[in-house]
């Protein structure tokens, strides 16, 4: 049975920094696509991050470009965001998502971490 | 940026015909997806390549794609049917677009 665990959120105070973890199982990790994708209070899904299973291709939203980055470890089964400069419009509940069949095909999601930005 | 526009809302009675719209450019030549979201709970893929069903899926979600227009279409709506839907695609600038999302509601 595949499942996506994420940890890492909280409280941060804008301009702070925070890394997200997404640990994987049931699944050859490495063989799949990985994303990201938030959701702010009350509001619609936004992708921030994608990253190929081999790291050779990454993806960002404008939103994030250049204060995000996206990694993972393919012998911990673990997908990675780090946040730097965070801003109080980053405050959301962050998925981490499988891709299949293609990057941006999300099969599976996990429960989400959330990330409160506020002084 | 490419961008994919929903109706915030869609109101259908039990046992009928649900159909969720989502505008963009030239979607028909891009793959689309669907997604449920319940209250309180993770997407859920329903279609996935414009018109394929994930396994475990009901039959009564079907979905289409041509011109700038992609459709689900939920056929006996079910009160468990009653969730938020987004549809998704690929843009070869924007990378992982999804639609506002759209709130069906089943009464």
């Known amino acids: 049975e595949v499942q996506l665990v994420e940890s890492g959120g909280g409280l941060v105070q804008p301009g702070g920094s925070l890394r997200l973890s997404c640990a994987a199982s049931g699944f050859t990790f490495s063989n799949y696509a990985m994303s990201w994708v938030r959701q702010a209070p009350g509001k619609g899904l936004e992708w921030v991050s994608a990253l190929s299973g081999s790291s050779a291709g990454t993806y960002f939203a404008d939103s994030v470009k250049g204060r995000f980055t996206i990694s993972r470890d393919n012998s911990k089964n673990t997908l990675y965001l780090q946040m730097n400069s965070l801003r109080a419009e980053d405050t959301a509940v962050y998925y981490c998502a499988k891709g299949w069949l293609t990057l941006h095909t999300f099969d599976h999601w996990g429960q989400g971490t959330l990330v409160t930005v506020s002084s | 940026s490419y961008e994919l526009t929903q109706p915030p809302s869609v109101s259908v009675s039990p046992g009928q015909t649900a159909s969720i719209t989502c505008s963009g450019d030239?979607?028909?030549?891009?793959?689309s997806c669907w997604y449920q979201q319940k209250p309180g709970q993770s997407p859920v893929l329903v279609i996935y390549?414009?018109?394929k069903r994930p396994s475990g899926i009901p039959e009564r979600f079907s979905g289409s794609n041509s011109g700038n227009t992609a459709t689900l279409t939920i056929s006996g709506t079910q009160a468990m049917d009653e969730a938020d839907y987004y549809c998704?695609?690929?843009?070869?600038?924007?990378?992982?677009?999804f639609g506002g999302g759209t709130k069906l509601t089943v009464l």
């Open positions: 998704q695609a690929w843009d070869s600038s924007t990378y992982v677009v």
């Open positions: 030239k979607l028909g030549v891009k793959y």
């Open positions: 390549q414009d018109t």
